[in-house]
Nanobody
Framework: QLHLVESGGGTVQAGGSLRLSCVAS????????MAWFRQPPGKAREPVAR???????TYAESVKGRFTISKGNARNTVYLQMNNVKPEDTAVYYC????????????WGQGTLVTVSS
């Protein structure tokens, strides 16, 4: 059964950096489509970054050039490197996975809170 656990959130000043981690159990993330989503306070959840089994990644326009999604050397980890963070990046961040491109994302965990202070 797919189970994902996010960590690495915290409070960071604007312009700073943070790295989020996602550890998966039950699947080898290297063969899955993995993604990071976020839910800002009072808003709907939105996609942030995705990476496919071949390592190709896409980003939301709001984070392009600042965030990097990557798969770890361990077969069950995914990271989100956040650089030059802005107050509008404040949100609960979640990772999710799917095996096929046409599937829905699944495995939503508790998320990790990122707060960016100005």
């Amino acid at each position: 059964q797919l189970h994902l656990v996010e960590s690495g959130g915290g409070t960071v000043q604007a312009g700073g950096s943070l790295r989020l981690s996602c550890v998966a159990s039950g699947i080898p993330t290297i063969t899955y489509h993995m993604a990071w989503f976020r839910q800002p306070p009072g808003k709907a959840r939105e996609p942030v970054a995705r990476i496919d089994p071949l390592g190709s990644s896409t980003y939301a326009e709001s984070v392009k050039g600042r965030f990097t999604i990557s798969k770890g050397n361990a077969r069950n980890t995914v990271y989100l490197q956040m650089n030059n963070v802005k107050p509008e990046d404040t949100a609960v961040y979640y990772c999710a996975a799917k095996y096929r491109a046409q599937d829905e994302y699944a495995g939503w965990g508790q998320g990790t809170l990122v707060t960016v202070s100005s």
